[in-house]
């Protein structure tokens, strides 16, 4: 489970990914305003743009699942990239798994997380 404080820097990263979009979009606005003046452009570029944005307020954005967001970013499954990030993620998971063991037991890291099994002779 995601801390506060990942769950908090996302949103601030989405919120200036948001921001930076609209900053672009409104500059292209103020230069086909400046075209509009000259009489390059038939429609007024400003309504044009309060129209698209209403359109993205009015339409729910569907949210992508994690393995969505995996596949847009590293590629399908089965892909050289896929395979590596998933190999450091198992590494990681196996990491955390031994850390909790440890913890439990109340161990330090020098100490094998697994007891190993003592041999009798029969």
Known sequence: MPSNKSTAK??????????SQLTKRFRKVLS?????????????????????????????????????????????????????????LEKDLAAQKRKEIRKTRNQTNNQPVIRKLQKFSI
């Open 10 to 19: 996302q949103r601030k990263l989405r919120h200036r990914l948001q921001v």
């Open 32 to 88: 086909d305003v400046e075209l509009f003046k000259k009489g390059k452009l038939e429609t007024t570029p400003v309504k044009d743009f309060l129209g698209e944005l209403e359109e993205e307020i009015k339409t729910p954005k569907r949210r992508l699942t994690l393995e969505e967001l995996i596949t847009k970013d590293y590629g399908e499954r089965g892909t050289p990239e896929r395979e590596r990030i998933e190999a450091i």
